[in-house]
């Protein structure tokens, strides 16, 4: 059973920096993507930025520039840097990881003050 656990959320001012980390254990294929969704309240779950085993990156439109996601060396580890943080980046943040299911974090909550 595989189990992720993010780190890293909080209260930030807008212009603030934060950094989210996630570490998956259990039995975890090396051909994976790691990434980085989340929801507002009122509305539905959405991509924030995912990375593959081979890391290659995908970001929505939102946070490019903004946000960089990376891998830590052990590979079962993912982060997601965020830059330049908007009040509209307000949601609870789920760490993702996708092999040949999908397994979802807890989630950690990111409030950006304006």
């Known amino acids: 059973q595989v189990q992720l656990v993010e780190s890293g959320g909080g209260l930030v001012q807008a212009g603030g920096s934060l950094r989210l980390s996630c570490a998956a254990s259990g039995i975890i294929l090396s051909i994976n993507t790691m990434g980085w969704y989340r929801q507002a309240p009122g509305k539905q779950r959405e991509l924030v930025a ?19 996601v990376s891998r830590g060396s052990a590979k079962n580890t993912v982060y997601l840097q965020m830059n330049s943080l908007e009040p509209e980046d307000t949601a609870v943040y789920y760490c993702y990881l996708n092999t040949y299911r999908s397994d979802w974090g807890q989630g950690t909550q990111v409030t950006v003050s304006s």
């Not at 995912?50 to 960089?68: E, H, L």
């Open 50 to 68: 995912v990375i593959t085993s081979g890391g290659s990156t995908n970001y929505a439109d939102s946070v490019k520039g903004r946000f960089t």
